[in-house]
């Protein structure tokens, strides 16, 4: 009874979109084509499937999941490891570090489209013209690098946060006795330390990809999916053809492929963490 | 000096050091371009140290209606927090507390609603809120955030009351407590701990919302998110606006966040990270 509200609330959250997408994707429903709308059965989704740029943003949303969460873990493991132990400062290293999680996504894209990658006054430009070389062009020439670096920012904190924490967990005197059993720093690390963050490097990963399977406002202020489909992600091609296209019909289309997508990610998801929970 | 050393203090210092500012260094640019005028902004080579300007910060005001957007902002994210907490907590306290067969999947179910993409959604939530007029209003926008961060919130909630014995429980119904009862002397004042960690989250993540806010709010409920991406136009000529602007729109958030990181993990990661 007490769980009416929460699991009523959040199955009309996911039944009545999904019900109402399911029947949007088979009729035509342009917003800027009045009449009645009508039923074309699988045209829709033949359409978006076989839009030049979709290919593309599977293998950007792909792309962009891959290497931010790479990013992440490889550089949060180093850092997390870094400020570990104690130094002069370590409390404000550590404050200053977790910092740029918190940025909104739409400040931190618009801080490193002007201030950073801008190719005359950016910092970036500024930086390599000191070492007598060309400035880049970030978001034209490198469009899905730029959007790769720009989320990697924000959620490296994130993961350096998650592993410092799990890191102060690790039995210390079982770390001194490896030592003084003759294990070297590699070995500590490859034996204690690895399958230490073991558990923690799971649940980054499941987080991130939660969150960053649909990053859509970085790329909406930065690049706008472009130079053509260069950066558009699948969540930015469905909001193209909703409110820019006014298609309704084709987003519901690839709303659904979207979410077919989400949950083949999904299924793997929920084992591992099945796993978890019951321990 | 501990005795699991690797590197020499000096180096481990220096390379932390280094390493963090490089990662901070964007923001602290921001933070120091805030303070300039648009001419320095833009100056090459940049310039470190010039008599700092607090116009920008008046401008921003007075052309974009920065009070608005921030009060926005603390409704939506306030509204969502106390909305969801109402919600999720009845849910996580009978799931935690009389488990069935059943519980596993529920749980698993409302994870699952979360990592539908929301642009999955658009379309319907869009059509949804235009029908009903509750397109760029502020009600359409707290409910919008609570749906989307309740599955996080009850998950969150469910593994902290999971730590709570059962016997305790147990002990409190014996004596007569009601439902009601339990729930303010037993539950609230022992699963304090998870409450915060999950306020504190969903306070930040409808903060900082922006799927959402772009696509459902424009002038009258935008929340700072939107105003923000609103100086997206391609000149290069108000930085300093720009920046006076996201500081202002960031700087709760992240102070917020400084003093809450640690119940914020707990809460991020179900309490799978300790």
């Known amino acids: 009874m007490l769980l009416a509200p929460a699991v ?15 029947y949007f994707s088979v009729v035509r429903y342009n917003l800027m084509q009045p009449g009645p709308t009508e039923f074309i059965g699988l045209a829709n989704f033949h359409y978006f499937v076989t839009d030049p740029d979709f290919g593309p943003s599977v293998i950007n949303t792909l792309l962009l999941l891959g290497s931010v969460i790479a990013i992440t873990v490889l550089l949060g493991t180093g850092l ?41 006054y950016g910092v970036l430009a500024q930086v390599s013209q000191f070492f007598g070389l060309a400035p880049i062009d970030w978001l034209t020439d490198h469009p899905l690098l730029s959007v790769i670096v720009i989320v990697s920012w924000q959620w490296l904190p994130f993961a350096c946060l998650i592993f410092m924490t799990s890191l102060q967990s690790l039995d210390r005197e079982q770390m001194e006795a490896a030592r003084m059993d003759g294990a070297n720093a590699l070995q500590r690390f490859w034996f204690l330390t690895m399958p230490h963050l073991g558990r923690p490097v799971a649940v980054v990963i499941m987080i991130e990809m939660i969150f960053l399977m649909s990053v859509f406002a970085e790329i909406f202020t930065t690049t706008g999916g472009g130079p053509g489909n260069a950066s558009t992600n699948v969540a930015f091609l469905i909001f193209k053809q909703a409110l820019m296209n006014f298609d309704v019909g084709v987003a519901s289309a690839g709303a659904l492929f979207a979410v077919v997508l989400a949950n083949i990610a999904a299924v793997f998801l929920i084992r591992l963490i099945g796993k978890n929970l019951d321990k | 000096m501990t005795r699991t050393d690797i590197l020499p203090l000096a180096v481990r210092t220096v390379s932390a050091w280094t390493a963090t500012l490089l990662i901070v260094f964007p923001l602290l640019w921001l933070v120091l371009t805030a303070f300039k005028t648009e001419l320095q902004a833009i100056q090459v080579p940049p310039q470190l140290f010039f008599t700092p300007t607090l116009e920008n910060f008046g401008e921003v005001q007075q052309r974009s209606d920065y009070l608005l957007f921030a009060k926005n902002s603390l409704i939506t994210s306030l509204g969502s927090t106390i909305l969801g907490l109402l919600i999720a907590a009845p849910a996580a306290y009978s799931m935690a507390f009389f488990r069935t067969r059943r519980t596993r999947d529920v749980l698993m179910w409302m994870l699952s609603t979360k990592m539908m993409p929301a642009v999955g959604a658009l379309v319907p939530i869009y059509v949804l809120a235009q029908t009903s007029g509750m397109l760029d209003t ?11 961060n309740l599955p996080i919130m009850v998950w969150m909630l469910y593994s902290s009351f999971k730590d709570i014995p059962p016997e305790i429980l147990e002990a409190s119904r014996m004596d007569g407590a009601t439902i009601w009862g339990e729930f303010r002397h037993v539950i609230l004042p022992l699963g304090m701990g998870g409450l915060a960690s999950t306020s504190l989250l969903c306070l930040v993540l409808s903060w900082n919302e922006a799927f959402w806010s772009l696509n459902l709010s424009s002038a009258k409920a935008g929340t700072l998110a939107a105003l923000i991406a609103s100086y997206s136009s391609p000149e290069g000529l108000f930085w300093a606006k720009l920046s006076a602007a996201s500081l202002m729109a960031i700087a709760p ?13 707990q809460g991020l990661t179900f309490g799978a990270v300790k």
Request: no cysteine; proline share 8%.
């Open chain 1, 8 to 22: 009523g609330t959040l199955f009309l959250w996911m039944i009545v979109p999904l019900v109402m997408t399911l």
């Open chain 2, 253 to 265: 958030i992240v102070v917020f966040g400084w003093f809450s990181q640690k119940q914020l993990v």
């Open chain 1, 80 to 120: 997390a490891l870094l400020v570990n132990e104690p130094f002069p400062g370590r409390g404000i290293v550590r404050v200053l570090l977790i910092s740029p999680f918190f940025v909104m996504p739409t400040a931190n894209a618009l801080l490193w489209k002007h201030m950073m990658m801008n190719p005359i």
């Open chain 2, 138 to 148: 502020l009600t359409g926008l707290t409910i919008v955030f609570t749906m989307s």
